[in-house]
Each structure stands twice: as C-alpha cells, then as structure tokens.
C-alpha cells in the first residue's frame, strides 16, 4: 500500500492514525539516598595497603618537562597489561588504550613499552577517522561516546591521554573552569560508568608556586574534576638529580600518602631495526623531600615554613580578596609566619595586589588575591570587607 493511500484510508475512517510519541520533556529525576546501595571505594592501585589512584576515576599527573610524567604513563600501562599492579589488579592481565600526542610511537613509546615489560598485545594505540585516508587525535567531549564503546569492547582498565590538554576540543577555552568542565565532568563520567581509570599526563605553567596541582597549566578544572593528582620534579639537592613524586590529591583516600623516589633508567632495546636506547621508569622507594620542598627550594627550614605560609596564603585567599595588612598581622599573630617568609610565599604563588577605594572615605588600601581568580572575583567594596 502507498502512502498515499495509507493516509486517504485514516482521513475516510478506514484505518486508525498511529499514535505520535510524546516528545521528550527535561524534567527532575529525584531518588531516595536509601534506595542507592553504598559500596567501598575499589582501588586500582595500592602502595603498601593504601589506595593511590581508584577505579572508574579521572586522575592527573603533572610536572615540568623532562621530570618523567610520560613514563610513569607507560609504567602504568605495563603493570596494567602484565598483572603486576599492586592491587586488586595483580594477576589479572587488562587491555590499555593509550592516546598519545606528543611522542612517536615506532621511535618512542613501543620502544619505552618494550623496556617496562608490556605486553603489547593488549596496548591500543587510538586515533580518530576523519575520512578514509586520515587521522588525527580524538577530540573531547565530541568523541567520548566512541571512546567508552571502545572501553566496553576490549574489556580496558586504563586509558592514558598523553597530553590531556591536546584531546580537549579547540572550541573550548581551557583557561575558564565552567568551559574545562564541558569535557573533563563527562570524561569522569565514562570512567565512573566504565570502571576504567583515566590517567591525564599535564604539564606545568611558568609559574614559581609550590603547590603542583595549582601549577597545573589551564583552568583550575584540571586540578577540581580529578580524583587524584601526582606532582612529579626533579630534586637538584640531591646526588644524581633524583626525581620525586608527590600524591597532591586524593579524595577516596589518605592526604598523607609519602612521597616516592623513582629515577629513569637508560635501558637498551632490542628492534628489528638496531637497539634502541630508551628510558624506564623505576621506582626507589619513599623519597626523603616532597615535590612541594623540591619546588620551594633552598634551607629545609626555610623550605617548611615557606610551604606552611603558601598554604595558608591559599586558605585565606580562596575565593575572595584580603586587605594586605589583615594577611600579615594574621600570619604574625595566628600562625607565626615571618614576613619575610610571608614575602617569599607571596611570590612564590605569583599572589595577584591590587588598590582599592575602601578606606575611610575612599582612601586606597592594598587587597591581594590569588591568581588564577583575579580576573573573575568582584572587587572588594567597603571597609568592612573582612578577609
């Protein structure tokens, strides 16, 4: 039958219409928090009893060029693909998706797999069809859906994007949070549904801070959406240039995880092509300084008080503009922070100071405030603004 005479037998009676669907209308879901069952926290990975980074997570790992980020990526995905990561995962070989950007992948990251005793059987290097002579990288959030299908198919544990600012569409500004947020809040999304953790490798801005998450180069999302973060820094006070890494973030777990000492190795590689020389991430146990003194630099002492006075600056800072002279009689009086040391702290966290009319009777007073919240904070309005 026509359509056409399929319609002329409804409009004579002969045939019922078809019933037209509702269209889907945005409304509220609401659930009981007694009909949701709790359940523990499942570790990916375990240091010594305790959890570093879980599963169905978004997680960062951040540092300046050269201090091994990279290959602490690939030491992940061969403990991964061998069964041999501390942790629920041990003696259960998983398959790896990795994104790579930067590195070649014939001259660099098979090589650097092969030295860390994957098996390449299960690392999937992935890259996006444009048409059907090309690739290019996958693009966030536009193929997440791609993405977790992939996850699903091949049974993965862990997912790299190396770097993560690299996979985040050009359309989104990755200096504004609420834009940053448009990707990394459904990336962790497909983790938590997915089961899979997902290691983004970052890098650090020029700035001369001491916390690494806050030097994480982009919005504040990259430091907010993520359920752990690893600083990682090359300690120049210690024989050999020994590298540190340091557990800034940890929202399922322990705050106090000590910090680990790990070195790149040279390791040669056998090719098919001639011996390839490469790096290798290993592991030396817990290192003697965090990557937050590493950054401070200079007198341990020094180092300690420098650290507790840019955390106290973050503290007081957050959120708000403070008058310059409430912070340092409050430091003085409450925390015992000198103002020297208050000083170097300051500059350290690049802490934004700017005038503002709110004395008596407009008179400017001196307001500080941390960077990466200048542009967006209103300013200070009166003289009973307390910090």
């Not at 690739?135 to 536009?142: A, M, R």
């Not at 916390?211 to 959406?225: C, E, Q, R, Y």
């Amino acid at each position: 039958m026509s359509e056409v005479e399929r319609v002329r037998r409804i409009l004579d009676g002969e045939e019922n219409a078809p019933e037209l669907e509702e269209p889907f209308r945005r409304h509220l879901r609401l659930t009981r928090a007694s009909e949701i069952e709790p359940e523990p926290v499942v570790w990916m990975w375990e240091d010594n009893g305790a959890g570093r980074i879980p599963s169905g997570a978004l997680v960062v790992a951040a540092g300046r060029e050269g201090t091994g980020k990279s290959s602490f990526g690939i030491w992940m995905a061969a403990q991964v693909t061998t069964g041999t990561l501390p942790g629920p995962l041990f003696g259960h070989p998983y398959d790896v998706i990795y994104v790579a950007v930067e590195d070649s992948w014939k001259h660099t990251l098979v090589p650097r797999l092969m030295a860390a005793g994957a098996d390449l059987d299960r690392v999937w290097r992935v890259e996006a069809a444009v048409s059907e002579d090309e690739t290019g990288v996958i693009s966030l959030p536009h193929d997440l859906l791609l993405l977790e299908r992939s996850i699903g198919e091949l049974g993965v544990r862990l997912v790299v994007l190396d770097p993560l600012m690299s996979t985040i569409s050009a359309k989104i500004d990755t200096h504004k949070e609420r834009d940053t947020r448009t990707a990394l809040d459904p990336l962790a999304r497909l983790a938590d549904r997915t089961g899979a953790a997902i290691l983004g490798v970052a890098h650090f801005n020029k700035g001369i801070g001491t916390d690494p998450s806050s030097l994480i180069t982009g919005s504040g999302a990259f430091k907010n959406v993520p359920r752990a973060v690893f600083g990682f820094a090359v300690d120049p006070d210690s024989e050999n240039g020994a590298r540190v890494m340091t557990q800034t973030k940890n929202s399922l777990g322990l705050s106090d995880l000590p910090s680990l000492a790990y070195r790149i190795q040279s390791t040669k590689v056998d090719t098919p092509k001639g011996v390839a020389d490469v790096g290798r991430f290993v592991f030396e146990g817990v290192a003697k300084r965090t990557v937050e003194e590493v950054l401070a630099g200079g007198d341990p002492d020094e180092t300690k008080a420098k650290v507790a006075a840019a955390d106290f600056l973050r503290a007081t800072l957050d959120g708000q503009w403070c008058r310059s002279k409430d912070i340092a009689e409050e430091a003085k009086e409450a925390h015992d922070i000198s103002p020297r040391t208050l000083a170097r702290a300051r500059k350290g966290l690049a802490v934004v100071a700017k005038k503002f009319p709110t004395g008596p009777d407009g008179a400017p007073e001196w307001w500080q405030t941390l960077p990466e919240q200048s542009a967006t904070l209103p300013p200070p309005e009166s003289k009973s603004a307390n910090p």
